[in-house]
């Protein structure tokens, strides 16, 4: 079951990456037309400069799940650090609370958010300003499956417990105390 879990996961993270790669290249090109118009025609767009802000917003939203996959959101070194190996499962779980609560929060108030603004249109567009807002609970429901899977990883031994490509290494980690002597984590 939870490699099924796991192979979702990995289908639904590849998706939002998608997203968010297809949604950059529709920035940048959108604000290159932006610039081309304004400065070299002199006459300016006047839609792809809200276009555009909409698209890296759905950028940024969506390639969060692979940045919450990875723990690149919730990593700071030094605790990983600081923390005995014994705490770090501890430590895990303790970040994807705080994690779920925050995505929780964005879900919530961000469907509060995008049924408000369903009657307002995007300036110089006649697209409802709910789809640049609706960014926030996709995004976010797509990194609280990216959250759910890492900690199942790691709670199931498929993954080490940790921030991915970390500066410390387990010799390293030996040296400073937090690992016993002769090997990794487990």
Known sequence: MLAVFLRFEHQLTRLAMLI????????VTLSFYQVLTRFVFNAPSTWTEVASRAAMIWCVFMAAAAT???????????????VPVRFLTLLEVLIVVCCLLVLGVLIHYGIQMTMRVSNQTMSGMNISMSWAYAAIPT???FA??????RLLA??????????ENSEITPEKAVEDGHLPKGGAQS
């Open 20 to 27: 968010a790669v297809v949604m950059l290249a529709i920035s």
């Open 68 to 82: 919450f996959r990875g723990g690149y959101m919730m990593a700071v070194e030094v605790v990983y650090k600081v």
């Open 139 to 141: 995004g976010s429901s």
């Open 144 to 149: 609280i499956v990216a959250v759910a899977a």
């Open 154 to 163: 790691q709670l199931s031994g498929r993954e080490k417990v940790g921030p």
